[in-house]
């Protein structure tokens, strides 16, 4: 063959050989998977998810019981005990007997049994019983206390010199609904099972602990500034471990560390054996997103301490309500708590960083599935960060190279392509996020939110599906319709791989830069994507087909099931506080974009892989279905409502308030009756409504807000402050009772020597719960005063929360006013006094109000007479003899009668109940006397014994044991003497008679033998006569 010849069928054959790799190309085009291994792609990370992530994070510890007593571990046995009796108490507000007495008085009797167990060789235990008085100002307000009470242990290892202390502490006083067996019971005695194990060990400790068994947390952190202010042992505390908790049961979250100090993190990963943390929870908190605050802001802010707030957070349904009860709480959550506290108390008790804590910098910290925890500097995590972000461009650009290599076109011509697809995953993070939010605001708008507050599944349909379809779509349409011959369909999806690899290192490098430690998230999510891409590269898998796909499936489990764990962790803790969210923001938009974010992060790469499918479309059309729906089921059924009785309740907050303004000249110019409401949740009163509770001529407290000081209402703390504006007054008709009480009272007014000054000294009378204003007129300004200086240089008007717990002394407050013109005849100020009666259920027609409420609501109500200036002073028993008008008895009578009930003629309320009390009351006004005299036969004598005792009470007492157990002793002694020989003289039983059962007159003996009783008798009309003579007497007629 010639040249020639040669050459020509060379040209057939290539011309041939292109045909057949066109055809090739073609086909390559065309998936060969079956639609519905993609279908069933999708639904094992479904199943992974709910088989594993779930399970690890309820997964909690073997219980040790007190057969494991001695082994030197902690015994959640004892403790649970512990909490029982704890959970008996019952509410625990600031101020009661339940909280200052039946508390302090349980947990110091269970400190001084452990105490009475130390190992005297090894340990020291001291207790101190503090009564804290203090103040300080946070928030814009000024907090005061007054003999709130703190239970403090300190544990001393002999022979310690150590002046560096580790402090321990929580809370036990409770919300008014609540009795706070979750928050903070559960760490109550968890504290006490830690002491009683240490006191009762050999094993040595460097360090003092102190324990703070703290008596007033829920009242705005009052007893731990207490504590530091004025305690003996708080300048030695270095290092604080603070728990408390924002749910019930199930572990504590390490939620906030330092600050700065990362050794405090390097201790918790090596002695926790429990880990459950994470920088992103942190952040989150410090934002201020988390509708709570906890005493470690108050060691850390004013107490210059580090250490760690950790805190129960799951089942927040019950968080500060009535059913934080003893039954919700697994023992082996006590466990799980137990041997987290006790491992690091032991670690911290002997580390010498507590010596000095001035260590800068912060740590980037997380655990994985509960199983192992990891930690390194938050400068090591920035170069990290970048170093990842950098190394999947690098791998990204060489694996485009690579495709372009293999596939016979020029690179320039791959990267434009690569900018197409980026462009289209831009677009896919963007309706990843969006379409949920999308979902979210169109729920709001409709007054749908928080359908998902009692399902949480819903929230897998209303924001999980329609993530998944927007990341998948734009792919989708572009590998559908794109004629691209020159690349194969798996380079094609590699690419929109790579594309959705790019947006991650360009966000990760954004949130880097703003210097947020959560970029860890992303960074460790490319992590597990450059490894795979590595490896395919390395093995020249991407150049075969799908081969590169298994790679990348095995791998991306890890980061699936870390961001699924930790995203479910936060749509756990966050769902129930989106109940106590306030009405200003929409719930809805934070559950919908952290479901998203956990979607992207979760399945960004993954759900790109239906596209290997011959019908991916279905899977989109099958997700779309689903979140169709979802949509259904959430806004048109029962399913979707929010609330639940018992388990998923709606908060309703409200006040009881009378408000009286009194004028300069004494008239009062304003005085009504109603119940301010500060709603929780974004649906404010529309479940209300829905349930028929008469909301009628409820209006908004803004025009209040912008005529009086301060809405012209008592609020009982800073949140209600901070929503006032959205407050609402609903009016009623039946005036609340005032306390009898003068609440203010001016002990003197003194117009200074420099004549532009007056001095006025008040006398305040606070109950246990309180709030003062103080706002002075526009031509006047406070120059000095007895409260804190510092607070002084805010802007008006000034508000003070005032608490007390054993002391209810008044407060007496000084303000010297200054005025230009030194006229001081004129008003000059304003006071206001606002007193709340936390301990009552309010009166009949509250309580009738109250009833109307749906089974899904809990009510917080509290009763808050509000005099605005100077009130009449109402006269008391003490002024009796003094011939005027005595209020407080009235008021007792006014009691009686509205217990009755209504009244209507004809009625047995009416015709009897009202009426024997009005005869009763009448009768009281004549004292009488029961006079029985006993007389032998026969007897002349004229020296008797009297035997006295009384048959009145005070009126706020039945009386049992003053004195009606001496009346029925001197019964019984009766009725031995009449039945014997024995002389006796005479018995004299007196008191005011109110309504006696009967009256008994004891006639003289007729002869030795017979005894004459005549009884008179007040008949019921249903009533029984029984009576049985003693054994050796008989009844003859």
Known sequence: MGDKDLLLSESVDSIESAKANKNVGRRSQIPKIPWYMAGGFVLFWASLFLSVVVPLFYRLPEVNTLEDVGKGVFIADRAQANLYDFAKIGTKLVGSDGNENKTVQFILRELALIKANVLEDYFEMEIDHQLAYGSYVRGGAQYQYQAVQNIVVKITPKGSTSQNYLLVNSHFDSKPTSPSVGDAGHMIVTMMEVIRIITTSTEKLSHPIIFLFNGSEENSLQASDGFLSSHKWAPYCKVVINLDAAGSGCKELLFQTGPNNTWLVKYYKENAKHPFATTMAEEIFQTGIVPSDTDFDIF????????????????????????????????????????????????LANAPELADTTETGKAVFFDVLGLFFVSYSAESGKTLNYAVAAAAIILVYVSLLRIAEVSNVTSAQVQSWFVLILVLQVIAFVLGLALPIAVAYMFDKYGLSLTYFSTPALSLGLYVCPSLVGLALPSFIYLKLQKNEKLSYAHQLQMALHGHAIVLSILGIAINYYGLRSTYIVTWTLVFYVVPLALNLVTTLQDRGYSWTAIVKLIQVAPFLYNSYLFYTFIVILTPMMGRFGQTTNPDLIISAL???????????????????????????ALLAVNAATIYIASSTEIGFPYRPKTNVERVYYLHVRRTFYEYDGTISKDESGYLFNFQDRRGSAPLLEAKVDLTGMVSMASDCAKYMMCGVPYPDSRYVKSRLNGTWLPREIPIEPATEEPLVLLNKTILDDG????????????????????????????????????LSSTPPYYMFFTYGVDGSPLIVTIEIQKSNGDFNVPVCEVGVGRQFMHTSGDLTAQEFAKTFPDSAIIVVIRF????????????????????????????????????????????????????????????????????????????????????THLYSKPATPSAGDAAHMVVSALKVLRVLTTTREKFQQFLLNGAKENSSFNLLLSNFDDDNILLIELKIFYTDHSSLFIQPEEDVTITK
């Open 595 to 621: 479901a998203a974010l956990g979607t992207i992060l979760s399945m960004g790469f993954l759900i790109l892989l239906i596209n290997i499918s011959r019908r991916s479309g279905l899977i989109l059309v």
């Open 300 to 347: 850390t802010e004013y107490g210059d301490l580090v250490g760690y707030d950790i805190g129960l957070v799951c089942n927040g349904f019950v968080y500060h309500t009535k059913y934080d009860q003893y039954d919700i709480i697994p023992r082996a959550s006590i466990q799980n708590t137990g041997d987290n506290l006790f491992a690091l108390v032991k670690a």
């Open 756 to 791: 532009k000054t007056v001095r006025f000294v008040f006398e305040i009378r606070f109950t246990d719960h309180s709030t003062l204003y103080i706002q002075p007129y526009v031509d006047a300004t406070i120059t000095k005063w007895s409260l804190l200086e510092s607070y």
């Open 865 to 948: 007479p509000f005099p605005r200036r100077r009130p009449p002073r109402a006269n008391t028993l003490e002024d009796v003899s003094k011939g005027v008008f005595i209020a407080e008895r009235a008021q007792s009578n006014l009691y009686d009668c509205d217990k009755i009930g209504t009244k209507l003629v004809d009625s047995y309320a009416n015709e009897n109940n009202t009426v024997q009390i009005l005869l009763s009351e009448l009768a009281l006004g004549k004292l009488q006397n029961i006079v029985i005299k006993g007389t032998t036969k026969n007897s002349t004598s004229e020296d008797y014994l009297l035997v006295n």
